[in-house]
């Protein structure tokens, strides 16, 4: 079974721009979560998707947004890039019986440098 | 306010011994547990997990122990390979929190050969 992919792997902006990422989830996986990395904060939850909805949201501002489309593929944005967004940005997959009881498996991630 | 805490930010063991990798957590409303591991310029890979209705899980060298009274769980390896050289994660879920999962900050591990 093929794992979470990401697109783009590494992408560079300059301030002011906005971005587009994309995640494919594991087949059959329903839940698609997004998660930012940094050094400074570590890895911290944006938002997680389930059956196109939005279904729990992280404490980032409204320039962070996604979107999940049917065949469980997500997209995630950011608007009016700011240098603090520098990060790796991941995504995480999950089959989702219960809403917190599952492991998520994550992609290899997007490499997003601001200017 | 950091939920999820490893206070160790480095290990380093030789091969074949045992390796114990720390994580406390504050929030008593997490009852799911899990650890991820590393490696650079790629994804956190899921290792273990384990539920707050037991105290301990196995799977082949790794064995993760809860201890709820303490809040305080540990990822043991055992024996320890240089391929286990990666930085560690905690996480924790629960109800409350739904799929969001908090994690610590990383211990990096160095099995050296």
């Known amino acids: 079974k093929a794992g979470v992919t990401q697109t783009p792997r590494y992408l560079i902006k300059t301030r002011g721009q906005q971005v587009t990422l994309s995640c494919s989830p594991i087949?059959?996986?329903?839940?698609v979560s997004w998660y930012q990395q940094t050094p400074g904060q570590g890895l911290q939850f944006l938002f997680e998707?389930?059956?196109?909805?939005?279904?729990n949201k992280g404490n980032f501002p409204g320039r962070f947004s996604g979107r999940q489309f049917s065949n469980s593929r997500s997209e995630m944005n950011v608007s009016t890039l700011e240098l603090g967004d520098s990060a790796l940005y991941l995504c995480?997959?999950?089959?989702?019986?219960?809403?917190?009881?599952?492991?998520?498996?994550f992609g290899p991630g997007t490499r997003l440098t601001v200017l | 306010d950091q939920q999820v805490k490893q206070n160790s930010p480095s290990l380093s063991v030789q091969e074949g011994r045992i390796s114990i990798l720390n994580c406390d957590y504050t929030?008593?409303?997490?009852?799911?547990f899990l650890w991820y591991k590393k490696y650079p310029a790629e994804g956190p890979t899921f290792l273990i997990s384990i539920s707050s209705i037991k105290d301990k899980n196995e799977d082949g060298r790794f064995t993760v122990f809860l201890n709820k009274s303490a809040k305080h769980l540990s990822l043991h390896i055992v024996p320890s390979q240089p391929g286990d050289s990666a930085v560690y994660f905690c996480a924790a879920s629960g109800e409350t929190s739904g799929s969001r999962l908090t994690f610590g900050e990383g211990t990096q591990l160095t099995v050296n050969p």
């Open positions: 995480a997959s999950s089959f989702q019986g219960t809403p917190y009881y599952n492991e998520q498996f």
């Open positions: 929030n008593s409303m997490f009852d799911y």
């Open positions: 087949s059959g996986h329903r839940s």
């Open positions: 998707y389930f059956s196109e909805t939005q279904r």
